[in-house]
Each structure stands twice: as C-alpha cells, then as structure tokens.
C-alpha cells in the first residue's frame, strides 16, 4: 500500500513538473515567436509592399518600424583599457541618436574567444547580424553564402568608401568583391623598447640590422634584461608578430603570392625559412621570455614596465592598452621607442617593412534584406567613419581612414609610431589570408620552435603537411 | 513473487515515467552521437556546403600523428587518475571511517571542496599558481631556498602534462571519496570486530575486509576516472590550449582546435568518434577486469 501510495505521488510529482514547465513555456514562447517573425518579416514585407515608405524613411533618416540589429564584436562594452570599446560605445551612442528605431542587441566578447564563437554561429548557420570578419573566414563563409558583400555600400556612399585605402581594403577583398569595412589599421609587428635600457648598452636607436641586433640582446642579457618578450599563449602572436616579419625578410613578397596560388616550395621553401632560423636563434640564444607559451600579449606589459624586459614585440593594437596599463606612471611610456624587426642578410624581403592592413572588417549576414539591411549599412559605417577614427585617435589606436590628428597630445610614443607608420612599407598579414588550418598549423609548431624543442625544418615540414592537405 | 508483482507498476505507467528521461537521452546524447557520426563523413568547414568523403577522415585519423599523441596524454592522465585519485580517495575514505582520525567533518569538508568548484575556475587557480613570475609554487620555493627548482613550470614540454595531472587528480579526490565512505559505512562492523579479535591491524583490515568488500564501489570509481579523464578539456584549455605544440594535447582538445580554430568539423567530428569508440573500449577492459576481480571474492 505504501509503495502504491509512493508511486502515486512520484506520479503527481512529475506530472506536475511537465505541467508547471509547460505552463510557463506556453504564453513565453508565444510572444517571442510573434516578436522573431516580427522582425524577420515585416522589413521583407515592407520591402516588397513599400518600397517608397522605405526610400522616405531612409532620407528622412529615420525608420518607420524599430528595426533590433544583433551585433556580435570582439569587443566588451565596458572595457576600460580597450580602445574600440570606447569608439563603439560612441557610434552605438550616435548611431541610436540618429536613428532612434534602430536598436542594438549587442554581444561582445574578447578576441582570443571570439573566434570560437563565430565559427560555432558559422557552423550552426545563425551568424549575427553585423560581426567582426577576419580576412581568413571571408572564403569560407562567402562559399558558405554567409557573408554579404558590401560593394553596394561602397557604391551607395562614396564620401565615406572614398577614404579607405588600397592597404586596407586588401584584406577584405576576396574574388573580386569586399566583404568588410576596415574598422582599423594595423602594422602587426612591431618592436617597443625602452631607448634608455638600449641606451645603456651602447645603442641609441633600435638596431636596423640582425647582427646589430644580436649584439644589442647579448648586451642587454648581461646586463639582466629579458632582450625581447613575447607574449604568445594565444598561440597567434609568434606567427602575426614575429613571423609575418620575418618570413617576408627572407622570401619576399613572391613567397605569399605562391602560397595563396599553391605554387612554389611552399613551407619548405629555403628563403622563407631563412626567417624561421632567425627567430629559432633567439630561442636557441634565450634571448626571449621563458614563460612566452604561458602569458599573453597582456601580459608581457607589466614586466615591460617594470624595466624587467627591455623591450616586447606586438602590433599596432598595443599602444592603447600600454598606455591604460601604465596608468598614472607614464614615465616608462615616455621613454619608450617603436621599431620595426631588422632587415637580415641575403633576405629578399624590404627593410623597413611590417605586415599590415586591416586585418579584420564590419561585415554583415548575407540573409539581411531591407530595412534590416539598410540599418547593417548604418552601423557599418558608424564604426568604420570618421567620427570612429577620431574617437580610436583619442586613445591611441588608428582606424581604418588616415585622418589628421596630433598624437603627440596622446604619448610621443603613439606620436612616434604615427610617423613610423607613414615610413615602412606594408607586406601582408599572413595569418588573414591563409587557410585557418595552416594558420594553425603554424602557431602550434611555432610554440615549440620559439623554446628549442623543434628545428625550423621539422617546423616547415609539419606546416607543409598541413598546407598539402588544403591543396588537395 | 506475488507480493512482487502486485507491487510492480503497469507497463503503460512505467512508459510514462520512463518517457522523460529516454526524450532527454535522445534530444542530449542520442542524436548528438548520430550526428558527429553523420558528419564525420564529410569534409565540412561549417555552413551548407559538404562534401562526402566516405570513411576518408577515419583513413586520416589512423595515421594522425598528433591524435595519436592526443590518446596517450589520455592514457597517461586517465592512468594516474586511476591510481592518484581512486587511490589516495581510498586510503582517505578509510582513515575517514577509522576511529582514531579527529574532526571528521572538518577533514570531509575540506576533501569535498573542490569537487563543487567548476573546472575553469580550477584551472585558472592552477594556472596562478603555476605562473613563473608571480605563481604560489615558484614563491614557496623561493622562500624555503629551493631557487635551483624554479622554472616555467607549464612551458617546459618534458613536466606541463603532470602539471596539468596535479589540479585534475586534486579536484575530484573528494567526490571518490564521499563514494568510498558510503561504501564502507556498508560494511558491518562485526566484521571488523572478529577481524580484531583475531588480531588483525588497521592495514590487514583495509587489505582483507575493506579493498574486497567495496570492489564493486571501486569498480565504478575506475569507470567514472576513466572515462572522467578520456573527456577532459577544461582545465587544459584554461591552462595551456593543449599547448607548448601539442605537449599537453588531449583528445576532446584536439576534436576542440581541428573544429573551431581549424575550422574542420567533418574532421573535428570523426576525432570525437574515435575519442568515443577508445573510450567505450576503455571502459570495457575495466568491466573485464574487475568482472574477473569480483567472481575471485564471491
């Protein structure tokens, strides 16, 4: 009897558990339904039905109907340090004063996580809206039908497409057409260093060749400094910072060209890896950090100063967050010097040069039509203007438009990298074009060569593996 | 036998009580496992395109080197696992139920801890605690005098696997714990009451009583490690990415980087089926084993 009476109540138990969620699933899922079609369908109804409201509503700068715009970036909102973050709570600011019914669902996240987040929205066919677009993904997802082009907002305004460069746009260009809007401009490897360390072992300025420079780090080893620190536990930076300069110092700019027409040696190739046995010698000779598999490019700032490194090397990006990160002490900021990676003997690469461009753009999702579109259209180029240039300027970083701006207001580092800039030629930014798999391919074994544990050949022969298998 | 079948509830009511968890079963691991097993035949990037490949990945996956390197890390952690947290769980359980250890509760708490911690909060601890320049470790030998053994303890390629072992063997500790002390509370203490009239110690009581009377708990313990272990990816991927190369690569790890960063999930897939298909032939070797153990002491 017991038991029955048991079992009876389990049974009232889970029956009241189903009802209890299904009760307040029911009128929920009703209303979010409602508001999903809401949204998908009425800009496509109005697009078909109204054209002309559109067009009014477009000129009048304004949309009849609230238009929800989710936005997925590689930025927190509420960062202090970061530089975009600051630029796009602006634009968002400005965006939704504008256009009042336009809203913005917006999901940011960090760059080293982001993206693993967009390739499982890739995979699962539900992208956001508008989204941050590396140069590498644009195949993939243009294959995938993905991605929009944005050749008809460049047409639609050409005040404002006008002003990007041929650097920049190369990287979102792919069969001919661009897939993103160049939010910033990047020179991804570069070397900051303290001038009044290097000053103490005989070097005024950064050394502009190999030799000079081995001879600088060997100094400044004795003397107690880590020489270079890398932070690389994100796997990226060895390969964008380090060996985007490298590997164009010894090959050139041909040795890309092959790659991305699978022509050539590939990664076997002699000249190229020229540039790998330069920087397996500065693990081999300990002239990096121990721990640069372990700590970030975050992370190598705070050594850097405290005058524990002389010197670190990163991109263009790094200045707004040094500067953040030094806070009230700016003093080691003000002695600090920007270079570029020296040229190296017999190498068919330029001296001085830098892999850069954009690197990343404002893309948006190719299922867009309408208003929803033309509300993408907007928010790719609140974050892409002018206005965002400026409000990057203001904390250190460079948008994708060349405007003019005192930076030594900023920091006479940002100012000295501002010149530096318009000085060194631009080379390409290998980890945005090639296939993400020998992207990868690469980071992975560069971990391993930049502590000794494999030779540049063993280096090249796992990455052409891996490149192989993409010809194929 | 009657009085059983009174008491047992009616196939339609035991359908209805059962059809939750078999929808939940197919929705969670079912069609999930169907799925990978679907695009595992497919060079896919993500998106709507897919080519068939046949069992083409699975031809790639035997001759994989880094998967290869991937199951032994597996086989190393599940290993130590094994031994380490089944282990010491053990000799922890049974000091627990001895009746000379002080403040019980105390001790139980302090075990149990870190099993309610999630994996990532773990591994970012571990990952400070390990860290060269301002890592506990690193300060603790500095401040015995113990310098020579500072060191870059997850970038150095020959030790980053058993530091990753330390955090996972330390989490879980607890949980086998709490399983062994249930299991011994079990045993009937006349037993151990003859044992010491006879004369037998603490250790020959563990030995000869404890060990065969909770083999089965023990059973279920090694499963849960090895296949706890086999599925690992949190810890590594909070504190090396797998990382310095492929030192500290795991499997789920592996499936993780060929999938998103790699952007491969046809092969990303067919890792995760292999993961699957060594795991269940893992765990079938321990119910061979112990299923030998157990007809030894019945």
């Given at each position: 009897?017991?038991?029955?009476?048991?079992?009876?109540l389990?049974?009232?138990?889970?029956?009241?558990m189903?009802?209890?969620?299904g009760?307040?699933?029911?009128?929920?899922?009703?209303?979010?339904?409602?508001?999903?079609?809401?949204?998908?369908?009425?800009?496509?109804?109005?697009?078909?039905?109204?054209?002309?409201?559109?067009?009014?509503?477009?000129?009048?700068g304004?949309?009849?109907?609230?238009?929800?715009?989710?936005?997925?970036?590689?930025?927190?909102l509420?960062?202090?340090?970061?530089?975009?973050?600051?630029?796009?709570n602006?634009?968002?600011?400005?965006?939704?004063k504008?256009?009042?019914?336009?809203?913005?669902?917006?999901d940011?996240?960090?760059?080293?996580?982001?993206q693993?987040?967009?390739?499982?929205?890739?995979?699962?066919d539900?992208?956001?809206?508008?989204?941050?677009?590396?140069?590498?993904?644009i195949?993939?997802?243009?294959?995938?039908?993905?991605?929009g082009?944005?050749?008809?907002?460049?047409?639609?305004?050409?005040?404002?497409?006008?002003?990007?460069?041929?650097?920049?746009?190369?990287?979102?260009?792919?069969?001919?057409?661009?897939?993103?809007?160049?939010?910033?401009?990047?020179c991804c490897?570069?070397?900051?260093?303290?001038?009044?360390?290097?000053?103490?072992?005989?070097?005024?300025?950064?050394?502009e060749?190999?030799?000079?420079?081995?001879?600088?780090?060997?100094?400044?080893?004795?003397?107690?400094?880590?020489?270079l620190?890398?932070?690389?536990?994100?796997?990226?930076?060895?390969?964008?910072?380090?060996?985007?300069?490298?590997?164009?110092?010894?090959?050139?700019?041909?040795?890309?060209?092959?790659?991305?027409?699978?022509?050539?040696?590939?990664?076997?190739?002699?000249?190229?890896l020229?540039?790998?046995?330069?920087?397996?010698?500065?693990?081999?000779?300990?002239?990096?950090?121990?721990?640069?598999?372990?700590?970030?490019?975050?992370?190598?700032?705070?050594?850097?100063?405290?005058?524990?490194?002389?010197?670190?090397?990163?991109?263009?990006?790094?200045?707004?967050?040094?500067?953040?990160?030094?806070?009230?002490?700016?003093?080691?900021?003000?002695?600090?010097?920007?270079?570029?990676?020296?040229?190296?003997?017999g190498?068919?690469?330029d001296?001085?040069?830098?892999?850069?461009?954009?690197?990343?753009?404002q893309?948006?999702?190719?299922?867009?039509?309408?208003?929803?579109?033309?509300?993408?259209?907007?928010?790719?180029?609140?974050?892409?203007d002018?206005?965002?240039?400026?409000?990057?300027?203001?904390?250190?970083?460079?948008?994708?438009?060349?405007?003019?701006?005192?930076?030594?207001?900023?920091?006479?580092l940002v100012?000295?990298?501002?010149?530096?800039?318009?000085?060194?030629?631009?080379?390409?930014?290998?980890?945005?074009?090639?296939?993400?798999?020998?992207?990868?391919?690469?980071?992975?074994?560069?971990?391993?060569?930049?502590?000794?544990?494999?030779?540049?050949?063993?280096?090249g022969?796992?990455?052409?593996?891996?490149?192989?298998?993409?010809?194929? | 036998?009657?009085?059983?079948?009174?008491?047992?509830?009616?196939?339609?009511?035991?359908?209805?009580?059962?059809?939750?968890s078999?929808?939940l079963?197919?929705?969670?691991?079912?069609?999930?496992?169907i799925?990978?097993?679907?695009?595992?035949?497919?060079?896919?990037?993500?998106?709507k395109?897919?080519?068939?490949?046949?069992?083409?990945?699975?031809?790639?996956?035997?001759?994989?080197?880094?998967f290869?390197?991937?199951?032994?890390?597996?086989?190393?952690?599940?290993?130590?696992?094994?031994?380490?947290?089944?282990?010491?769980?053990?000799?922890?359980?049974?000091?627990?139920?001895?009746?000379?250890?002080?403040?019980?509760?105390?001790?139980?708490?302090?075990?149990?801890?870190?099993?309610?911690?999630?994996?990532?909060v773990v591994?970012?601890?571990?990952?400070?605690?390990?860290n060269?320049?301002?890592?506990?470790?690193?300060?603790?030998?500095?401040?015995v005098?113990?310098e020579?053994?500072?060191?870059?303890?997850?970038?150095?390629?020959d030790?980053v696997?058993?530091?990753?072992?330390?955090?996972?063997v330390?989490?879980?500790?607890?949980?086998?714990?709490?399983?062994?002390?249930?299991?011994?509370?079990?045993?009937?203490?006349?037993?151990?009451?003859?044992?010491?009239?006879?004369?037998?110690g603490?250790?020959?009581?563990?030995?000869?009583?404890?060990?065969?009377?909770?083999?089965?708990?023990?059973?279920?313990?090694?499963?849960?490690?090895?296949?706890?272990?086999?599925?690992?990816?949190?810890?590594?991927?909070?504190?090396?990415?797998?990382?310095?190369?492929?030192?500290?690569?795991?499997?789920?790890?592996?499936?993780?980087?060929?999938?998103?960063?790699?952007?491969?999930?046809?092969?990303?897939?067919?890792?995760?089926?292999?993961?699957?298909?060594?795991?269940?032939?893992?765990?079938?070797?321990?119910?061979?084993?112990f299923?030998?153990?157990?007809?030894?002491?019945?």
């Amino acid at each position: 009897m017991r038991k029955r009476i048991a079992v009876l109540l389990a049974g009232v138990m889970v029956c009241s558990m189903l009802t209890a969620c299904g009760s307040t699933e029911e009128p929920k899922e009703e209303p979010e339904a409602k508001q999903e079609e809401t949204k998908e369908e009425k800009p496509e109804s109005k697009e078909e039905k109204e054209p002309e409201a559109e067009t009014d509503a477009k000129s009048d700068g304004d949309f009849t109907e609230e238009v929800t715009l989710d936005v997925a970036m590689m930025w927190p909102l509420d960062s202090t340090t970061d530089a975009k973050s600051y630029a796009l709570n602006h634009a968002i600011e400005r965006l939704e004063k504008d256009y009042p019914n336009i809203k913005i669902n917006y999901d940011g996240s960090v760059h080293d996580d982001y993206q693993t987040i967009m390739m499982t929205y890739a995979a699962a066919d539900t992208l956001p809206d508008v989204f941050n677009v590396k140069g590498a993904w644009i195949p993939n997802l243009v294959e995938n039908e993905q991605i929009g082009t944005v050749d008809e907002f460049f047409e639609n305004d050409k005040d404002w497409s006008g002003k990007f460069d041929d650097e920049v746009l190369f990287d979102m260009e792919y069969d001919g057409h661009y897939y993103g809007a160049p939010f910033q401009n990047l020179c991804c490897s570069l070397v900051v260093y303290n001038k009044e360390i290097y000053k103490s072992v005989g070097y005024e300025k950064f050394p502009e060749t190999w030799e000079d420079m081995m001879d600088c780090f060997a100094k400044l080893k004795d003397a107690g400094y880590v020489p270079l620190g890398v932070g690389n536990s994100g796997q990226w930076v060895a390969n964008s910072c380090i060996f985007g300069a490298m590997g164009d110092r010894g090959a050139g700019t041909k040795w890309y060209d092959d790659i991305m027409e699978g022509t050539g040696d590939g990664f076997l190739d002699k000249d190229m890896l020229k540039g790998v046995e330069k920087m397996a010698e500065l693990a081999d000779k300990e002239y990096l950090n121990t721990n640069l598999n372990s700590i970030d490019q975050f992370e190598v700032m705070p050594p850097y100063l405290n005058e524990e490194y002389a010197s670190y090397v990163d991109g263009s990006w790094t200045f707004a967050t040094l500067i953040a990160t030094a806070g009230d002490d700016q003093s080691v900021i003000e002695k600090s010097g920007v270079a570029v990676l020296p040229a190296i003997d017999g190498g068919k690469g330029d001296y001085p040069a830098t892999p850069g461009g954009s690197a990343w753009g404002q893309a948006y999702n190719a299922k867009l039509t309408g208003a929803k579109k033309q509300a993408a259209e907007l928010f790719i180029k609140y974050t892409t203007d002018e206005e965002w240039c400026k409000d990057l300027a203001e904390k250190g970083d460079f948008g994708g438009m060349n405007i003019d701006y005192d930076y030594s207001a900023i920091s006479p580092l940002v100012q000295e990298y501002a010149q530096l800039k318009s000085s060194v030629k631009k080379t390409p930014q290998y980890d945005c074009h090639f296939d993400t798999s020998v992207i990868d391919a690469m980071n992975t074994n560069f971990q391993e060569l930049l502590i000794g544990e494999i030779t540049p050949e063993e280096w090249g022969g796992r990455v052409q593996e891996e490149y192989e298998l993409t010809l194929d | 036998m009657a009085n059983n079948k009174v008491l047992q509830p009616k196939k339609r009511t035991l359908f209805l009580y059962m059809f939750p968890s078999v929808v939940l079963f197919l929705v969670f691991t079912a069609i999930p496992i169907i799925m990978a097993i679907y695009y595992s035949l497919f060079n896919w990037s993500g998106g709507k395109k897919k080519i068939f490949l046949g069992l083409g990945n699975y031809s790639r996956l035997l001759g994989d080197s880094i998967f290869g390197k991937a199951l032994l890390n597996n086989f190393i952690l599940a290993a130590c696992c094994v031994v380490f947290q089944v282990g010491i769980a053990f000799i922890i359980a049974s000091l627990i139920c001895s009746k000379g250890l002080k403040l019980k509760s105390f001790h139980q708490f302090a075990i149990f801890m870190p099993v309610v911690l999630a994996p990532v909060v773990v591994g970012f601890l571990w990952k400070i605690i390990y860290n060269q320049d301002y890592g506990l470790l690193n300060f603790l030998l500095h401040s015995v005098g113990l310098e020579s053994w500072i060191r870059p303890w997850i970038d150095d390629v020959d030790i980053v696997m058993k530091c990753i072992t330390v955090p996972i063997v330390w989490q879980w500790i607890g949980l086998y714990v709490v399983i062994f002390v249930s299991a011994m509370k079990n045993i009937p203490e006349e037993i151990f009451e003859s044992a010491a009239l006879d004369g037998a110690g603490g250790i020959k009581k563990a030995f000869f009583i404890t060990w065969p009377m909770t083999m089965d708990t023990v059973k279920i313990s090694v499963i849960l490690a090895v296949s706890g272990c086999m599925k690992i990816f949190e810890h590594i991927y909070i504190i090396t990415s797998g990382g310095p190369g492929t030192a500290s690569m795991v499997g789920a790890m592996y499936a993780y980087k060929t999938s998103f960063i790699k952007q491969r999930f046809g092969y990303g897939s067919t890792i995760s089926v292999g993961i699957m298909a060594v795991s269940l032939t893992l765990v079938l070797i321990c119910n061979v084993i112990f299923g030998k153990g157990k007809k030894k002491y019945e």
